[in-house]
């Protein structure tokens, strides 16, 4: 079954999002956005979908409406967004709840969240992506999950309440991680040295990690209660006081955890 699908939302998933489907073989009708130079950039990618800068949509063609926007513009949008009779929302968020979109004008509402970490200008295949879907109506969840299936093998049924709990393991486990790579490369340069000395240690921790499991993968001077270099190594953050603070409680936290 091939759908035609519109989008809200010109961001790293709506970038990502509009040709994937496309190269699924569905049609995207519509792009919304709120910047036409944005809007432009994104159909730009597609064959013939048409740039929008208002919200109104009564006379689409489209039956799925995608709100791949911030968390914050999501309620907002959802109630302004003027929609034909018949139609779908969505929203792409795995924190917001369904009940958000209760208000809007859509005929039915769901949830089609993709768990991945989207940037532009990087390549990204949506096989290995699993899909999130939520809907209260059968027939909707239905629709949801052959159009998540056309893009990807994954696809989960997951109420909100639960959703919210897989959110904030993907933030420790993407962003979170992400953000002490940072810190490591900050380290790094602070003393000249080059950053491409740590990354086959990081490619090996990670997979490690997930092939032992992270309980078992743990290494490091915490979890064998090394509180020397502990010490040491908090000593040597000094000049970064909220850094070595960091430091100390994660460390502190993997000593509790073992």
Do not use: C
Request: proline fraction near 3%.
């Amino acid at each position: 079954m091939k759908f035609k699908v519109a989008l809200l939302g010109t961001g790293n998933v709506a970038w990502h999002l509009a040709p994937a489907l496309e190269e699924a073989g569905h049609t995207v009708t519509e792009v919304y956005g709120r910047d036409l130079d944005k809007v432009q950039q994104v159909t730009n990618r597609l064959y013939t979908a048409e740039a929008k800068t208002d919200l109104d949509f009564s006379d689409s063609e489209a039956e799925i409406f995608i709100l791949a926007v911030s968390d914050q513009a999501i309620s907002e949008l959802a109630d302004e967004v003027i929609l034909p009779e018949g139609s779908i929302l969505v929203h792409t968020s795995g924190s917001v709840s369904l009940d958000i979109l209760g208000y809007s004008s859509a005929s039915y509402i769901g949830i089609f969240y993709p768990l991945q970490t989207f940037t532009k200008n990087r390549e990204l295949s949506f096989e290995d992506v699993p899909f999130l879907l939520e809907s209260e109506d059968a027939t909707t969840l239905q629709k949801l999950k052959k159009l998540a299936k056309s893009l990807s093998p994954h696809q989960y049924i997951v109420k909100s309440k639960d959703r919210m709990a897989l959110h904030v393991a993907a933030v420790f486990a993407s962003n979170f991680s992400n953000h002490m790579l940072r810190l490591a490369e900050e380290i790094m340069a602070r003393k000249g040295l080059d950053y491409e000395m740590l990354k086959p240690l990081i490619i090996e921790t990670i997979s490690k990690s997930l092939e032992l499991g992270a309980k078992k993968a743990q290494t490091g001077p915490a979890v064998r209660t090394d509180l020397n270099t502990l010490e040491t190594h908090y000593q040597f953050l000094n000049y970064n006081e909220q850094v070595a603070e960091i430091y100390r409680l994660i460390s502190q936290d993997i000593i509790d955890s073992y």
